[in-house]
């Protein structure tokens, strides 16, 4: 069987990168504010001997620059907690669809041999599933139109359909209920 996979990138995959993209920014930017108080305070205050005897102005200022510092740093250290609670729930996203993947070829493996489908046939069907037209099926597997239109009779026959679309619901049903068992 000719392997046809089309590049598709789902549109939370392509949310969740701009996320972790924006929370690597807030993390350096974090780092940077972090690091140019850390400089200011020590520039301006180098040695912490010398504070206790500070006039109360410069003490306000140098305690106002200390929870800055430390602001900033827990800023940064919840940025990157929530950027490991992102990390483990696409981990996990991951598993669950590889599960799911596995699950679904193995129904659809199920349904063809239930349907004594040759594997021309489950060929055709499965490039048929992926939404392929008959000319890019016919040029996928080297074969006339004629031959994958043929084919395509013979799945549609033997799942009881009339249309792609109903072979793609009777699928799309089992996936379903699957998913739902797993939740």
Sequence with gaps: MNAVQPVRVSAQAQRLGGIRRM?????LVQLLCAAGLAIDLYSEFPDPRLWPGLPAIDLHHLMAEIVMVALVLTGLAVTRHVMRKLNAERHALRAQLGSLRGAFDTIIQEQFAQ?????????????????????????????????????????????????????IGLFMDELLDFGATQA
């Design 115 to 167: 349907w004594k489908l040759t594997p021309a046939q489950c060929d055709v069907a499965l490039l048929t599933l992926r939404g392929l037209r008959l000319s890019e099926i016919a040029a996928a597997r080297n074969c006339a139109e004629g031959t994958v239109k043929a084919h395509v009779s013979a799945i549609f026959r033997a799942a009881k359909v009339g249309t792609r679309s109903e072979l």
């Design 23 to 27: 929370l690597w920014v807030l993390m």
